[in-house]
Each structure stands twice: as C-alpha cells, then as structure tokens.
C-alpha cells in the first residue's frame, strides 16, 4: 500500500481512524513468517463491526495459530469508497494494510440480511470476482459464517464455504485442511470437495437446486460424493475448555459496544417462537463461575475497560447469576467497573438486582413484552405478563429509574387490532405505575419510549412457513400505533417496513436471489440497513430485471410439505419440532421453558450429554 | 501528587481524534494501575487533563497530560508502566511533578511548533507570499461558529529548513482568539502559493507537532519547566 497515497485519502474522508487499526491488543506478526493469511471481513463498518463478540473471539483464536495470521477489514464507509476507487486502492486490512485479495481467505460474518451488498462491495473492492465460479487458483477462498449463514441461499452464488454453527472447533479443522492442500498444490475445486467432508462446513457450489414451474423448489441434491446430503451444524460442547479471549482489542474511537463482553452461556430454553436466535444456537451450555471470574478478571486488566456487559441470549437466566454478579461487583467496584445487564427479562428480574445495578451506574431500562395482549404472548411463547411489567417497572421507578423503554413487533401471526390497543394499554401501565409511586421517591421526567419492529419470519423458527404482512399493512399498524400512543410522557419509534420486507424476502430466499442482489448492488445499494442509504428503488427494479416477486418470499404461505431453501441444513431443532410448535401456537397454547423438562426439539441428537 | 506526562504522539496512531486520545490514555492509566484521583459527584471521572488538542492526522513528539494521583508513586515506575499499558506509537518520554496549584496546560500553553514535510513545494515561495502580504484571511471554525481571523497575527515564526528543503518550521500562536489550527494555517500557506489543489486539508504535507511552550520570567519553556522536584 502506497502510504503517501493513503494519507492523502485518510486525509479527506470521514473518521480516518476506521480504517488505521494499530489499536491496543491488537495482533502483530510478520506476514512472512505465516503460511496462510485470513481476513476478517466484516460486512459494515468498523464501530458496528468491532462491537460483534464472535469477530473479537474468532480473531483472537486464529491468531494462536503460529502458522495463521488473522486480520480485520470492516465495509468502507461510501466517502471512503468513492476515494478508494478514485485513487485505484485495492481493499485492505487494518493491520498490514496489504490487498485482500493476496489473502488465502476471505471470512464473512452474517449478522443480518442488510448486509449483503456490502459483500459484494467488498468483494469488488478487493479485485476478486464476485462469483465464487469465476475464481482461480491464486483467489482467496469465501468463507462466510454467523447467524444467517443457516440460509445462505440468496449468497450461495458468491461464497466458496459456509460455516455452520459454532467456529471454534471448525475454524482450525479447516486450516489445517488447508495448509495441507496448499502443501499438496492440488486443484481448488478439490480443496472444496475435502472441505465439504469436515462436518459443518457447506459448499453451495456442490449442491443443485432444482424448480417447480409454480418457482418452489423441487428439490436440492449433491452433485458429487463428496458432499453430504445434509450438513450439521457445529457445536462447542465444553464451554469451559474452549477458547475465549483474555485480551481485546480495544479501539481508539467510539464504538456501538465499548466494553468488555462476558459471556456466560450459549443457547436459550425459553422457546420463543420469533426468535431465531433462541432456536439455532441450542442448546443451553453455561460457562462456570469460576471460569468467568477468572475471564472477567483478566479481561479488566488487559483492556482497561470501566465497562463489562453480561452478553448471553437472556442473561438472567444464568443458574448461578445471582452470585455471578455479587461477586463481580465485589471484585470490580473499587476499580469502577460498571456492570450493565442488557438483555434482562422481566420475570426473572429480581428487585435486589435492580438495587445492585444502581450502586454502580444507572442506564435505561429495557423490557421486551414482544406482543400487546396476554393471547399473543402466548401465541409467540414469550412468557411475560401484564403483572410481571407492571411490578417490575413501579420496582424501577422507586429505586430511581425514570427512562423505560419497551419492545414490541407488529405484524406477528394472528395479530389483530386487540393486540395493538394492548401494546398502548401497557405503555399506559407503564406511565401510571410511574404515577403511583410517591412524588417523593420517584426521579422527576418520566420518559418512555416504545420500539416497534416489524415481525420478520425467520427459518429455523415454528413461524418459517407464515408470511409476513405486506407494507402497507404494516404502515396502517404503525399508524394506528402513533394515534394511540399520543402522549407527552411515551415516545413512538418504528422500523421502516420496507426494510422489513426486504429482510423478509432475503431471510427466506433461496439462490435466484443472487442476481437480484448482484443487480442492487450495480444500482448502488450499499449500507442498506443503513437508512440513510436505503434505497427501496434500486432494490424493485432489481426485482423487476431478474422477473423475481419479492412478495413469492415475504408474504407467501408455506404448505407443510413444502422443501424449503434450507431444508438440507441440520440446525439440531427438527423440523418436526418446529411444525408441532407451530400448530401449538395457532391454538394459543405455550411450551415451557426446556430448563424445566425437555421438549424434545432434537437438538440432543448433535451429542451425548449436551441437554 | 500531580503530575505532568510528556509522551508523543507517533505516525501509526496519527488518526485518532483528541476525544479518542483522551479515552485511551484513561484506559492505559487503568491498566497501567496508576492511582489516579477521581472526581467526585454523580458521575466520577479520573482527574486528568490535556493541553491543546492535537488535530487528525498530526504527529508529534511533545505532548502533554497532567493527572492527579491519589497516593505518591515514583516517576520512573509511573512512567515505565504507563508505557507497558499504552498502544505502540504512544510513548511517555517524561514525568515530572508540578505544584497542586498549577494552572491547566491549557490556559498556559501560548505557542506550539510544528515541522511541515512536502515534497514539491517551494517554500521560498510559500515564504515570500507570506511576507509579501499584508492580510491573509483563514476561516476558522470552532463551537460558536465560523470566524476569519489573519493568519499573519496567528504566526510567530516561518521559516524553512536550513538542511531539508522539503521542511518548513512554522511556530504558532496557542490559545486565544486568533490562535489557528495547524492543518489550517498549512493549507493557506499552501494555497498562497497556488500548492494545494483542493479545499480540503492535504495530508500529503505531514505535519508534526516539534513542541509547546509558555512563558516563565519573560522566557519561552517547555511545561516541563514547571517540575519542582
Ligand atoms: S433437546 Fe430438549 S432440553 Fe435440549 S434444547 Fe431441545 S428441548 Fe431443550
């Protein structure tokens, strides 16, 4: 990399640091004493990518690898685009500054739909062909992972690999697979067809997918021996013995989560019907108190944070939480270490915690009731009531709190116009707990604001087979939520639906839409997540050019016997399950937490001794 | 206990921002286990202050930080683990005492010298362009807003290099209304001289910050003057 050439462009973009790296903790080595070279490509920028726990884990893993050199490079931000073009800079890391494409890989992160032209950009940035058919031998190999890997369809025409499941364990099966290849200077086609024999490792390539004429799928096979029928997804089965970093990078600028994460578990019981999350990374395994005092405590001394966050799907369902956060706050108090709890669940939110907290800092409070009535609740298995909100947030308000903030979707299945009154009913329960505590005790300036989004069916979920409302629905929903909501005291804020609708389409797309997004990106969409960047245009007319309805994905009903896009992937919960979830969900009936007693979703197939 | 950090500011972090130094140099002193002093109130924070703020994509080898311990430590040990603790192309040179009663760097600090590397540029020009006029006006934004202000009530010295001739040595004011921001003054100078193409600040002219002084019994010192040890 020219440096004079990169100073003149640092020089006139915004927030040069994105791109300078040299951070503390950051990893240093000699490119030319390694053998393979990976770069972690996150597809947004850095602030949004540097907050991802999974990057910080992977990187740091790799990077223990004497032979492997792991560095990072985040979506240029469209300044920074526009200058690299201009001056003919290739993408680069952060780290050694030097091309990408004189990577051995490539690893994208999918974090969500949104995020897909970036790839693409990203790739183009880089100088390698977008299309993991058009690489040779010398290309750096695609490898993409995270959670919508699970569906990666709609990107099955650009990468060379996905990753499913947890990386820890792959991540170093597939490297010495390489290094090995390299050594042996067979073909790339043949590193694929070996990469395809390490469980949880899915080359779309190798894969044909065949139509219906009314464009559902007939059916998806293999088109060598090599590959699998089915690829399972990868479990970590000893969060004890894995690898977590006991140093972070810690950056220069401000980024979206700037602080230490600890995480405690993996998995979810509840059972949410929504919640993609809380099906695909079954099951439930806990890190032991003892290992995360340990982590927290050299986590605090290698990075200097004065900030931890408990970061596990639904934190407070730790067994041992209560001690967990006794003794973190022994140990980190007199080092000014605040403690946040992010993703607190009403029921299990004790008030002694609520007193704890405060002693240290005190931030927003954030409660998720999801659904407006008790029969939605149900529906989507959320197991939240009008009284567990309401005895939790006058708990809130007398220790001091005075900013809530509640989370609701709109458009779930079976919604009607009940359930939306019921989202402003419990706003105004809200607001009049705040009321009834005594003028004295309460914080003055009572602020709630109410979040919608709009209901996304995602796979892997009992929901995968409904369809989404169609936007204009979802903006009457809206609207009818800004009449209902009006009041000085309850702040509204909803997500746009056609972002919704193209997540939905994107989330449940199977591999015709490869030329749709290949046409967006052409028309300039990038940063979609982004609203400033959104554009809804160029995404219908690249529809329009591929003859691709978008609404065949978002707003389509499923029949039971459909083969859906990613049916020959093996997340652990069976389809079984989910169908059976479903069905009990249309009748209002609820599962209960599989903490409690299995129910038999058959993740426990993946392993002995895991549930 | 307070005292006085001189540490630089190198080319591999030269794109953070003065708040983004400011974060990481509370980090480092956390790591470093230094017993800083906090403030009191609602919302403590470590007693730590800057001089003036060093612009984006400027270097330089004299910075300075005062902080406040809460319990006495030795310097060198100060000063050794703050460099364990700090990010490479951070590096504390020196750590003296200074009197509780010590004004901020910020009010003292009066002019700040800078060494400017271009290639191609003919600084007898730039030189002469300067000299010759009699009003340069540079816009100059700051929270209350734009102002214009004369660059030539905002330079002490100019001068070029006697050995390099791609260098110039440019001294400014610091600290009141007419002081300017390096970066600034480098571009209208550049401009003077038809050398800068662009409206925005071009970064291949490396700016380096070489020192800051203010002024003790009618001379210019460096704060580290200040040490009563
Ligand atoms: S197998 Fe049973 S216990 Fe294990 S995650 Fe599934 S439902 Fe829960």
């Not at chain 1, 462009?9 to 393979?36: H, L, T």
């Not at chain 1, 597939?174 to 290849?181: F, I, T």
Request: with cysteine; charged share 25%; hydrophobic share 40%.
């Amino acid at each position: 990399m020219d440096k004079l050439l990169l100073d003149k462009i640092m020089g006139q973009v915004s927030k040069p640091a994105r791109y300078m790296g040299n951070e503390y903790n950051m990893v240093e080595k000699d490119p030319d004493d390694v053998n393979i070279r990976f770069a972690f490509a996150f597809p947004d920028v850095y602030e949004v990518g540097m907050s991802h726990l999974g990057m910080k884990i992977l990187y740091h893993l790799i990077n223990e690898r004497k032979d492997t050199y792991c560095e990072r490079v985040f979506a240029p931000w469209v300044d920074m685009e526009e200058k690299m073009r201009e001056n003919n800079i290739s993408l680069f890391t952060l780290e050694t500054k030097d091309p990408v494409s004189k990577f051995d890989f490539i690893g994208f992160t999918l974090q969500y739909e949104m995020s897909y032209t970036n790839i693409l950009n990203m790739l183009d940035l880089a100088g390698i062909p977008l299309k993991a058919e058009d690489r040779e031998e010398g290309h750096p190999f695609v490898i993409a992972g995270g959670p919508c890997a699970y569906n990666a369809e709609p990107l099955a025409d650009f990468v060379d690999l996905v990753a499913l499941g947890e990386g820890e364990e792959l991540i170093g099966e597939l490297l010495d697979l390489y290094a090995d290849w390299k050594a042996s200077g067979q073909s790339r086609i043949s590193f694929l067809e070996q990469a395809a024999r390490i469980p949880g490792i899915y080359v779309p390539r190798l894969y044909d997918v065949k139509y219906q004429e009314d464009g559902r799928i007939l059916s998806v096979k293999p088109n060598t021996k090599a590959a699998p029928e089915r690829i399972t997804k990868r479990i970590v089965k000893d969060m004890d013995k894995v690898f977590y970093p006991e140093k972070i990078i810690v950056p220069f600028m401000d980024i979206v989560h700037d602080r230490i994460m600890l995480e405690l578990f993996r998995g979810c019981t509840r059972g949410c019907r929504f919640c993609q999350a809380g099906m695909i990374y079954r099951p439930i395994r806990e890190r032991n108190l003892d290992r995360l005092l340990e982590l927290a405590e050299r986590l605090v001394h290698s990075t200097g944070y004065e900030e931890m966050s408990l970061s596990s799907l639904s934190s407070s369902d730790y067994s041992q939480l209560e001690e967990l956060v006794k003794q973190l706050m022994e140990r980190f108090s007199h080092n000014r270490v605040a403690l946040s709890l992010p993703s607190l669940r009403l029921d299990s939110f004790a008030k002694e915690f609520i007193q704890e907290m405060q002693k240290v800092r005190k931030t927003g409070l954030t409660f998720a009731p999801e659904a407006g009535t008790q029969r939605l609740r149900d529906v989507i298995n959320k197991g939240v009531t009008r009284e567990d909100l309401a005895n939790t947030v006058t708990d809130a308000f007398r220790s001091g709190w005075n900013s809530i903030k509640l989370y609701f979707m709109i458009g779930l299945p079976t919604e009607t116009e009940e359930d939306l009154q019921g989202i402003a009913e419990l706003a105004k329960l809200v607001v009049d707990s705040y009321f009834q505590v005594d003028r004295e005790i309460r914080q003055k300036g009572l602020n709630v604001t109410v979040s919608t989004s709009s209901f996304v069916p995602k796979p892997f979920t009992p929901f995968q087979w409904e369809p989404q409302d169609p936007i204009d629905l979802l903006r009457e929903k809206q609207q009818y939520l800004k009449n209902a909501l009006r009041s000085k005291y309850i702040e509204y804020n909803w997500h746009d639906p056609e972002v919704s609708f193209l997540e939905a389409v994107f989330a449940r797309g199977d591999r015709r839409l490869g030329n749709v997004l290949l046409s967006a990106w052409r028309k300039g969409a990038r940063f979609d997540g982004w609203a400033e960047h959104f554009k809804m245009d160029a995404w219908m007319e690249a529809f329009g050019e591929n003859n691709i309805m978008p609404e065949f994905y978002a707003n389509r009903k499923r029949e039971k016997d459909e083969i859906l896009p990613w049916d020959h992937i093996d997340a652990g919960v069976s389809k079984a399950f989910l169908w059976k979830e479903w069905q009990k969900a249309l009748k209002g009936q609820t599962t209960q937490d599989c903490r409690v007693n299995c129910t038999g979703c058959g993740v426990s197939r993946l392993g002995e001794g895991l549930c | 206990m307070r005292v006085l950090v001189e540490y630089t500011r190198e080319e591999r972090v030269k794109y953070i921002s003065h708040l983004d130094l400011m974060r990481t140099m509370q980090r480092a002193v956390r790591r470093a286990g230094i017993p800083i002093a906090y403030s009191q109130g609602f919302n403590p924070h470590p007693v730590m202050a800057f001089a003036s703020a060093l612009p984006v994509g400027v270097t330089s080898e004299k910075e300075y930080m005062d902080i406040v311990l809460e319990q006495p430590m030795s310097l060198p040990v100060l000063k050794e683990q703050l460099n364990h603790a700090l990010p490479k192309g951070i590096a504390v040179r020196e750590a003296v005492v200074i009197e509780d009663k010590t004004p901020s760097m910020m009010s003292l600090i009066k002019r700040a010298d800078y060494k400017v590397t271009a290639a191609g540029v003919d600084w007898n020009q730039v030189i002469e362009a300067y000299t010759g006029a009699s009003e340069i006006l540079v816009e100059k934004k700051s929270k209350k807003g734009v102002t214009t202000i004369n660059l030539k009530d905002a330079v002490y010295n100019i001068c070029k290099d006697e050995e390099n001739g791609e260098v110039l040595h440019l001294s400014l004011k610091v600290g009141d209304s007419s002081g300017l921001n390096p970066l600034s003054a480098v571009n209208a100078l550049l401009k003077l001289s038809g050398a800068a193409k662009n409206e925005g600040i071009d970064l291949t002219a490396a700016v380096h910050r070489t020192g800051m002084y203010l002024i003790r019994e009618g001379q210019w010192v460096t704060p580290l003057a200040l040490n009563i040890d």
